[in-house]
């Protein structure tokens, strides 16, 4: 795994909200274990994380269960937006089922994958999250391509006025490229992608990755 870093040069800052106790020791194990990353705080539910969020708690990347005392992931990931903007929210699971991943993407969860992943695939999860990815596994990923095939266009989709370059980075998004590959495919810089990404948020009122090619599907933008 290559050296990953913030911005700032601080290791990427990772939380864990997981119940299971046997579990979450062995991901902040795993985590702790990767270079360029760490993994201090470990959450038996969202309740806890609100509260060290509150107290001025910042990850960069929250790893969250979906089945948890109290509060579920899945509903908790309105407020943990709310409180980290700019965390990236991977989901951490045993549950595949087309519903709940679902949800939990239009809901703004970054990425969603399986515990039963082997550890290098978590690790890559966290990666490509904080390169602006949107991690799933091959399964899940085709679980919701699936549920968006399925789904009716939206009445009320509008002209958001997207580019063509905007269009044509939202299906590279769609495909699940990173920002270095769109850019290398399209033979422009990664500031540039970014900056067009950014745009394409704002216009489709979106911020995340999951929740503008979640739209665009929806409304048949591209």
């Not at 020791?25 to 539910?45: D, N, T």
């Not at 994958?113 to 085709?142: F, H, N, W, Y």
Request: negative net charge.
């Amino acid at each position: 795994m290559n050296d990953m870093k913030t911005t700032s040069g601080k290791p990427v800052c990772v939380w864990l909200v997981e119940d299971n106790a046997t579990f979450a020791s062995a991901v902040q194990r795993v985590v702790g274990g990767l270079e360029g990353m760490a993994c201090p705080e470990s959450f038996r539910a969202v309740e806890e994380a609100f509260a060290a969020m509150e107290k001025g708690g910042c990850p960069d990347v929250i790893l969250l269960d979906v089945q948890l005392p109290g509060m579920d992931g899945i509903t908790a990931l309105s407020t943990l937006k709310k409180l980290a903007p700019k965390a990236q929210i991977i989901i951490l699971t045993v549950f595949d089922d087309a519903d709940k991943i679902f949800r939990a993407v239009c809901a703004g969860a970054s990425g969603y994958i399986l515990k039963s992943s082997g550890s290098g695939q978590i690790g890559e999860a966290i990666r490509q999250a904080v390169d602006g990815g949107a991690p799933m596994t091959p399964e899940v990923a085709r679980k919701v391509l699936d549920s968006f095939s399925r789904l009716a266009p939206d009445s009320g989709g509008g002209d958001y006025n997207l580019t063509t370059r905007e269009c044509d980075i939202l299906r590279l998004m769609a495909d699940g490229l990173l920002k270095k590959e769109i850019a290398d495919n399209l033979g422009i810089s990664v500031h540039t992608v970014s900056t067009h990404i950014q745009r394409v948020y704002e216009k489709l009122h979106v911020n995340t990755n999951t929740g503008a090619v979640a739209k665009a599907l929806r409304e048949r933008l591209i």
